[in-house]
């Protein structure tokens, strides 16, 4: 419609088809009874993710350009939680296996954080992410729709939002910017840290995130 390449009397808003089967399953209590004891899930991305000029997408061969920093310390802090609260499961979840859990890896190992020596540090690169949001009581994501559906499910749902994401050149590639009070925003690492803290001892989501 922005664009003029059609009118509105030829569009049709028919919204994510694929998110109807998740809907009727929340409704029918699919998801409730009671989340594992401390256990955080963060959807994985790239300093690419969410970038159409990243090349290649997610992981590009030049990281500096797009969102290095914002992606390091966001896993970072998810690393450091694990380490400093051992009783608690922290899940970093890839899109896929391989090179995705080497970059991730490589990127803690850079930042003195050695995933072999956190024992409840966990980072995978399968499962099903519905089942993984049902099983955790925080998520975090950027640029995925899993922040939508773990809001949804009544999840307590932490969107980063600091370093180079926060910064208006990269304005057009923040998804959900009209939706941020739908979530906790962390606006620092030192807030995304509190918040995991905070939204741990008091697993009640804010009335905006139901």
């Known amino acids: 419609l922005d664009t003029g390449f059609a009118p509105p009397d030829q569009v049709t808003v028919g919204g994510n088809i694929r998110m109807d089967r998740f809907v009727r399953a929340i409704r029918a209590g699919q998801f409730e009874g009671k989340n594992s004891a401390g256990r955080v899930t963060l959807f994985s991305f790239g300093p690419g ?6 090349a290649p997408p997610n ?10 920093e914002f992606c390091r310390d966001t896993h970072c802090v998810a690393a450091k939680f694990a380490r400093d609260h051992p009783d608690v499961e922290v899940v970093i979840k890839a ?19 050695h995933p072999g020596e956190i024992p409840n540090l966990l980072i995978v690169g ?14 975090i994501g950027f640029a995925s ?23 208006e050149r990269m304005a057009d590639f923040v998804f959900y910017r009209d939706d ?12 995304l840290e509190h ?10 989501p804010t009335p905006e995130l139901n």
């Open 145 to 167: 729709t899993t922040l939508v559906e773990s809001a949804a499910m009544g999840r307590a749902t932490i969107l980063p939002y600091f370093h180079e994401i926060s910064s």
């Open 59 to 68: 992981w590009p061969i030049n990281p500096e350009k797009y969102l290095l």
């Open 95 to 113: 899109k896929w296996g391989g090179g995705w859990i080497a970059n991730i890896e490589a990127l803690l190992e850079g930042q003195g954080l």
């Open 180 to 191: 941020f009070d739908c979530f906790d925003l962390a606006r620092s690492p030192e807030e």
């Open 195 to 204: 918040l995991i803290e905070t939204r741990l001892s008091d697993l009640t």
């Open 49 to 54: 993710t969410g970038n159409y000029k990243a």
């Open 126 to 139: 399968d499962g099903d992410a519905q089942k993984m949001m049902a099983r955790s009581d925080v998520v």
